[in-house]
């Protein structure tokens, strides 16, 4: 239609220079490349210009399109980035159960929160806008994630602008919006202790799916995978059809300018399961790839560790009771704790680690000087030397964090389909753009292409060990431990370590993030190295990873860990050595 109004007048943009015009609703003429409004004038085939030639078009008339918008919720708008969300998971190989889990889960969000299937919605216009709820929105929606270098870094944050987070005004954010509801939906769940649904929220049900699914992705690989762009989160409204168009205060909603934290979305699945008074999940047994058991068998693989640890950490894992299929399997109605299967297993590891090797910047050294001999006495059979693992990992580690801070450099932010703040601003925010995106074009034209974000193939491992091109480093995996330490039946550690246990009480109070700053001069340089090892592999905090440690040390040595901190404060600072028979 546009196109036989507009045919035969070829001038160009005043603004633009482009010849590119559609006519609007109201009967004018605008540049569809800059959005510049004039009015039409007359083609004529004299050069004079006479002032009496100009006309104006008002062929068309002012009546509303109502087939290319239609009023429409903000629960739809999220159960819209849910489904690409699941799809996004079954293309990754999800079971379709899953899917069929989350929508049973959103349906009975829905109910609870009275925005369908009830009696009774809770819709209204007679609400109003609630700073209160805006601000607690957006602490969920912008929080920053902590690095898992330090429990004080920067996370994965856009960057910061002049304007307001939603790149307008607030004046115009509390009088515009696109949905019907954002106003209602906001201040209706203002008194409610579920608060209102929000996109960190939509990643807490999608792992809750998982979970009830038994699927082999832990929250540490749901996390990745977000990150990596393969499931739908940042920009998750350009997935939204052409009939919902977000704008104005809907970007409060949609809108997100950080990735949440590991800590986080267990934290709002953990508020998810109790609000909608889930039932017990079904159990991790020893065979479900979700079990501590097997995800350390997973990480031994990925740290470069041997084959031969495997044994000895479900050894330990059996005597702390961690193996236990009640102790993984999610209870809401009976036991308020989420299990942390991926922070459990490297847990696990870790101490299997101290008390084969001690940890403590001197056993692990010397056992390794030990390892060398043996390995040049017998060089046909590889004796594993913690020297030589910790070069080859630290090396790889530090390539992995260049590597994705320069990803995270070269990622790009903003999102192709802008949410305006109002409509006679849509002009201008699409103009800038436009401006922007010309200036990058033409500076990349002058010094050469810059490289985009590369984007990989999703992997469970972000090492990779072996022989050939693109690998980390070489194998460790078929060497052996068993020539240089040994575990007997009727004793825990080997008999040249003296197992060292963490501070109960600091421990217990780093639940709250207080005191992990103080822990740290005093804890071993190499066990602090090991905790930021697994903190990157899983993205957590170190904190949350000591937390982990510490648990398991607790669920293993019981009341011996009271007696043997006591031993350690009162007679010396040297740390004893772990009695037979525990």
């Known amino acids: 239609m546009d196109g036989d109004e507009t045919e035969g007048f070829t001038e160009p943009c005043a603004q633009c220079s482009a010849v590119s015009w559609a006519v609007s609703e109201e009967g004018r003429f605008y540049c569809t490349s800059c959005h510049n409004i004039i009015e039409r004038t007359k083609q004529t085939s004299s050069t004079e210009f006479a002032a009496s030639t100009r006309i104006s078009s008002i062929a068309r008339s002012k009546t509303k399109k109502t087939g290319s918008r239609c009023q429409w919720m903000i629960c739809e708008g999220f159960q819209v980035i849910l489904r690409h969300q699941a799809d996004a998971l079954l293309n990754l190989g999800v079971c379709s159960q899953f899917k069929d889990v989350l929508c049973q889960f959103w349906r009975k969000y829905l109910q609870k929160s009275r925005q369908a299937y009830t009696n ?63 106003a209602t939906y906001l201040s209706a769940h203002q008194k409610s202790a579920q608060g209102p649904m929000s996109m960190p929220r939509t990643l807490a049900l999608c ?10 992705l832990t929250l540490a690989d749901l996390l990745r995978l977000v990150k990596e762009g393969h499931v739908p989160y940042v920009n998750a409204h350009e997935c939204f059809p052409k009939e919902i168009r977000p704008q104005g205060r809907d970007s409060i909603v949609f809108r997100v300018e950080s990735y949440p934290s590991h800590q986080m979305v267990h934290k709002l699945a953990l508020k998810q399961a109790a609000y909608l008074d889930l039932p017990s999940f079904p159990p991790i047994s020893h065979c479900c790839l979700l079990h501590p058991n097997l995800l350390t068998l997973r990480y031994l693989m990925e740290v470069n560790l041997p084959d031969e640890l495997y044994d000895w950490v479900c050894r330990i894992s059996e005597q702390s009771g961690s193996a236990d299929v009640e102790v993984n399997t999610f209870q809401p109605g009976i036991k308020n704790v989420l299990p942390l299967y991926d922070v459990k297993a490297a847990a696990l590891i870790i101490v299997t680690m101290k008390a084969l090797y001690g940890m403590d910047d001197r ?13 040049k006495e017998h060089a046909e059979v590889k004796v594993f030397s913690i020297r030589r693992w910790y070069r080859l990992v630290q090396n790889a580690l530090t390539r992995a964090k260049q590597r994705q801070q320069e990803e995270r450099a070269r990622k790009q932010w903003k999102p192709r389909k ?21 200036l990058q074009s033409l500076f990349g034209n002058l010094s050469g292409s810059a490289p985009g974000p590369e984007h990989h193939p999703p992997s469970s491992f972000r090492f990779r060990w072996g022989e050939g091109e693109g690998v980390d480093g070489p194998s460790m995996h078929r060497q052996r431990v068993g020539g240089i330490v040994s575990m007997s039946e009727d004793t825990l550690a080997p008999p040249k370590v003296q197992y060292w246990l963490l501070n109960s009480w600091k421990c217990n109070s780093n639940r709250h993030g207080i005191l992990y700053k103080q822990l740290v001069p005093t804890l071993p340089k190499s066990f602090l190295w090991l905790l930021e090892l697994f903190s990157f592999l899983l993205d957590v905090k170190p904190s949350s990873m000591l937390e982990g440690v510490w648990e398991v040390e607790q669920r293993l040595f019981g009341r011996a860990a009271h007696r043997l901190r006591r031993a350690r404060e009162n007679k010396s600072n040297k740390p004893p050595e772990v009695p037979k028979g525990l």
């Open 120 to 182: 009774n919605p809770i819709r209204s216009t007679n609400f109003k806008l609630a700073p209160s709820c805006v601000q607690d929105l957006d602490s969920e929606s912008s929080a920053p994630e902590s690095s898992v270098m330090s429990d004080s870094g920067t996370g994965d944050e856009l960057p910061s602008s002049q304007h307001s987070r939603s790149g307008f005004a607030s004046d115009d954010c509390s009088v515009y919006s696109g949905s019907e509801d954002v």
């Open 363 to 375: 056993t692990e050294w010397d056992l390794s000087s030990d390892a060398g001999d043996k390995n």
């Open 418 to 438: 802008p949410i305006f703040p109002s409509e006679k601003d849509a002009s201008c925010v699409v103009k800038r753009r436009r401006t922007v995106e010309q």
């Open 207 to 216: 792992w809750l799916a998982l979970l009830w699914t038994r699927e082999a």
